[in-house]
């Protein structure tokens, strides 16, 4: 088998098109059926998410995903892979907006571990005690310790959002020069940007509550908010609707029903939800966010949540 996956990686660097697309779907048969040199085959597909031809990389993604079908548990494996070449520094836009969509259509599930230690706390502790070795022990709490599939995406789309502002920044003001950039770019920016706050909102849903700390990340969304296109500023906003009004919401009944809240929690529930409400109304109107209202795809979304809001304020 080593000889097929040499031929598999020289052929994947061919530039004939069907040359790389037999190359991907032979790696991917190789890592589905025979997974030798697993590390290795895995690096060719992954890399092809950033080929220059749209169809090598649109393949490319295809066959990761099947290998996903076979294999599921890959997931967090593939995922990280495909994390670690978003970082690249040299990375072309269109290789990582394939990065961020791969990423974002991956099959996110809710982790039981937090409702089983809710019902079965005290019992399970009382076995762990009596039945449970050192070793297991030791590897129950570094499960415990490690970072979930979504908490670790969410961290990744946030930065690569401080990667490109920062990006921007550089080009912006490099040699003092305001340089103005390319239509395509901004297109591009906007996309990426979209696509980075689609999959924040996707994960969200599935962060497991030793991972719900997400107050590091809220300047970046309000920053988004006020600095972003229509679309993007819209997607924003609906990410800091959920954590700011929705997570309260869905706690109200354990507040009334306990009606022992710290004054300190309702303090910083109260900031949270008026800082939210100040900058969704300030996309209403003023100099330079009219536009936010005036067309686009965005409007029925951004209507629908500007609803849901005053619902609930």
């Known amino acids: 088998t080593?000889?097929?996956?040499?031929?598999?990686?020289?052929?994947?660097?061919?530039?004939?098109?069907?040359?790389?697309?037999?190359?991907?779907?032979?790696?991917?048969?190789?890592?589905?059926?025979?997974?030798?040199?697993?590390?290795?085959?895995?690096?060719i597909l992954v890399n092809k998410l950033g080929d220059p031809m749209k169809k090598i990389a649109a393949a490319a993604?295809?066959?990761?995903?099947?290998?996903?079908?076979?294999?599921?548990?890959?997931?967090?494996?593939?995922?990280?892979?495909?994390?670690?070449?978003?970082?690249r520094p040299q990375l072309s836009p269109r290789a990582l907006y394939n990065c961020i969509i791969f990423l974002n259509q991956l099959q996110l599930e809710k982790e039981e571990d937090d409702k089983k230690d809710n019902d079965n706390g005290d019992d399970d502790d009382d076995d762990d005690d009596g039945n449970d070795s050192d070793e297991n022990i030791k590897t129950k709490q570094q499960v415990k310790k490690s970072t979930s599939l979504p908490a670790s995406l969410i961290n990744t789309y946030f930065r690569l959002f401080e990667v490109a502002v920062q990006q921007h920044k550089n080009s912006k003001n490099k040699n003092g020069i305001h340089q103005t950039t390319n239509s395509n770019d901004n297109a591009m920016k906007s996309r990426l940007l979209s696509a980075i706050l689609t999959g924040v909102n996707r994960a969200h849903p599935y962060l497991p509550k030793k991972d719900q700390q997400m107050e590091q990340h809220i300047d970046t969304l309000y920053r988004i908010v006020h600095t972003s296109s229509p679309a993007t500023c819209t997607q924003a906003l609906m990410l800091l609707f959920h954590l700011a009004v929705g997570s309260e919401t869905q706690n109200r009944s354990n507040y009334n029903n306990s009606n022992k809240a710290s004054g300190a929690n309702d303090k910083v529930s109260k900031a949270r939800q008026d800082r939210f409400y100040r900058a969704l109304y300030s996309t209403l109107g003023g100099s330079g966010t009219t536009s936010l209202v005036a067309s686009g795809k965005h409007l029925t979304l951004y209507f629908n949540l500007l609803y849901k809001a005053m619902k609930y304020e």
Do not use: D, W
Request: hydrophobic share 35%; proline share 3%.
């Open 2 to 43: 080593s000889s097929s996956h040499n031929g598999a990686g020289g052929g994947s660097s061919s530039n004939v098109e069907m040359t790389k697309v037999f190359a991907l779907r032979t790696c991917s048969s190789l890592l589905q059926q025979a997974p030798e040199q697993e590390a290795y085959l895995l690096s």
């Open 61 to 87: 993604g295809h066959e990761l995903r099947q290998i996903l079908k076979h294999h599921p548990l890959m997931k967090l494996v593939i995922a990280r892979e495909v994390q670690q070449l978003s970082y």
